[in-house]
Nanobody, 120 residues
Framework: QVQLVESGGGLVQPGGSLRLSCVAS????????MGWDRQAPGKERESVGM????????NYADTVKGRFTISRDNALNTVYLQMNSLKPEDTAVYYC?????????????WGQGTLVTVSS
């Protein structure tokens, strides 16, 4: 079973930057895609973006395009979220999200989440 561990959340002022990291660990698995969801207070969880490990494709939500960048290190089973020009409405718990193969079956998993607060 794969586990995801996020790091890098915290408090940042509007207009600032923050970088999140997520590492996948386990045995006998192969990542299909890794990315990020977020859930703001009182709102439903939404997708921020996803990086596909077997193709160059990286997708983003319209709300973060041009401000957030997802990058990946396939060898380390790690994905990063670089967040620039942060806004108060980006305040949320950010969850790492992954799809992976284990033997011939595929699974979906989320991390525990890391809080990002954008406030002056």
């Amino acid at each position: 079973q794969v586990q995801l561990v996020e790091s890098g959340g915290g408090l940042v002022q509007p207009g600032g930057s923050l970088r999140l990291s997520c590492v996948a660990s386990g045995t006998n698995f192969r990542i299909i895609a890794m990315g990020w969801d977020r859930q703001a207070p009182g709102k439903e969880r939404e997708s921020v973006g996803m990086a596909y490990f077997m193709t160059p494709s990286i997708n983003y939500a319209d709300t973060v395009k041009g401000r957030f960048t997802i990058s990946r290190d396939n060898a380390l089973n790690t994905v990063y979220l670089q967040m620039n020009s942060l806004k108060p409405e980006d305040t949320a718990v950010y969850y790492c999200h992954a799809y992976y193969y284990e033997d011939v079956r595929h699974f979906e998993v989320w991390g525990q989440g890391t809080l990002v607060t954008v406030s002056s």
